[in-house]
């Protein structure tokens, strides 16, 4: 083969392991303030650039919106950038809540988006939720009547789990009425001794679980919950038959009647999963911890409200928090059941009152740990300051405004900090 071929050929395929290989575009929105927060009737500017490979892309067209989130967005419109960036005025807000920017680019038949979400003194966000006067009552008499049903604990050692440290079981409970069971994973470490306790709470879905083997080896007993009764480690194929057939949309089941939502035996088996660990001879009997996120937050709110053997929760952007916040013209909380005014009826509003995490919220009595970012579109930040604004316990925030619906490395960090400190 000649040389001149040879170069040809070796150009070619370099080439095509550059567009291969090539990064991704990337849509980058930020507000002009360092920590995305303004006063109200002070304006905010967003600037949108997009880049690939570190460099700035130029004559791109860019379609933007701006509006409160979750909201209809109140403006729209298209950019054609001729520099490597632009700035947009993207007004204000004169009431407390968040003001999102949305940026969309479409290249070569493929969407790339990026968005930045500015605070409006979040700190006084209030929630739209009322407390009901018999809501202490109604789940007091709820847990009363749970402590009748036998836990009829079954406990299966875990070989495979297991490692030089920790003991892991799969186990399963009665919960809320004979024959229905809550299962989960309990990491306990293997030396003998009496040791503090964190009960996992899971979020949304439905799948298997491993248990946190990591706290435990720190010298923690560890109970990772499912919510559904399901044993924890079945072929995946049963949990994606059942996420999208017998369970799909669960958190709207049986709303219209505050006994029969779906929720309350979920919430209810988050105090039972702790009457568990109580009875186990291993607990120290006093140090107990609850933790998670999404809906892990909401029922880690939930459990620490209503169970006094509760001494302190970590929580990552809670979900069920003022649930009908679009009756007010605002973001409510996932599962975003209420942005439907159909959905709306007096009943599943009113059942959602001794559901909400806002009036759990309203309860809290213990420290506890909070983080969330503004953008995310999962649990709405307005939601979530509902709910963090009206509790009085002594509580550690941390924002890290870019992050959506997903724990990032700095927020785990901080809470494992904030655990180890506990224990």
């Known amino acids: 083969m000649k040389s001149f071929q040879k170069l040809f050929i070796v ?139 036998p836990m009829d604990v079954k406990m299966e050692l875990m070989p495979n789990r297991c490692n030089d440290k920790v003991n892991v079981y799969q186990v399963n409970l009665q919960n809320w009425k004979t024959g229905m069971r809550l299962y989960g994973v309990l ?42 009764g399901i044993p924890i480690n079945l072929d995946p194929i049963v949990y994606e038959n059942l996420r999208w057939g017998a369970l799909d949309n669960y958190p709207s089941f049986n709303m219209d009647n505050r006994d029969n939502y779906y929720y309350k035996h979920v919430y209810l088996g988050c105090i039972r999963a702790n009457d568990f660990i109580c009875s186990l001879p291993e607990f120290d009997g006093t140090n107990l911890m609850v933790y998670g996120g999404s809906q892990g937050g909401a029922l880690s709110i939930v459990t620490a409200a209503l169970d006094k053997r509760v001494k302190a929760l970590s929580c990552f952007y809670p979900a069920l928090c003022d649930l009908n916040g679009y009756a007010s013209g605002r973001a409510g909380g996932w599962p975003h059941l209420f942005n439907k005014e159909e959905f709306r009826s007096p009943e599943k509003i009113e059942t959602s009152r001794y559901y909400d995490v806002v009036n759990f919220a309203r309860l809290i009595n213990v420290p506890g740990f909070y983080t969330w970012g503004y953008n995310d579109l999962t649990c709405p930040p307005t939601s979530i300051y509902s709910a963090y604004n009206v509790i009085n316990a002594p509580k550690t925030l941390f924002v890290l405004k870019e992050a959506g619906h997903k724990g990032e490395p700095e927020m785990y960090s901080k809470q494992w900090d904030y655990m180890l400190s506990f224990f």
């Open 187 to 228: 990491c306990v470490p293997k030396v003998p001794g009496k040791y503090p306790a964190a009960l996992q709470v899971p979020g949304a879905g439905v799948r298997p679980y491993n248990g946190d083997v990591k706290l435990a080896e720190q010298g923690v007993i560890t109970f990772q919950i499912g919510i559904h």
């Open 11 to 149: 150009s070619i395929l370099c080439s095509i392991y550059l567009t291969i290989n090539a990064a991704e575009p990337i849509v980058k929105v930020t507000a002009d303030h360092t920590d995305w927060v303004y006063k109200l009737n002070e304006k905010v500017k967003f600037k949108i650039s997009v880049e690939q490979d570190g460099k700035a892309l130029n004559a791109v067209k860019v379609q933007y919106e701006i509006g409160h989130e979750k909201m209809t967005p109140t403006l729209k419109k298209d950019l054609l950038f001729k520099d490597t960036n632009a700035e947009i005025d993207g007004g204000t807000m004169n009431v407390p809540g968040f003001l999102r920017c949305k940026a969309t680019v479409d290249l070569e038949g493929k969407k790339y988006e990026g968005l930045a979400t500015a605070a409006f003194e979040p700190e006084k966000i209030q929630p739209t939720t009322t407390m009901p006067d018999d809501f202490m009552s109604f789940w007091q008499k709820a847990m009363a009547d749970n402590t009748k049903v």
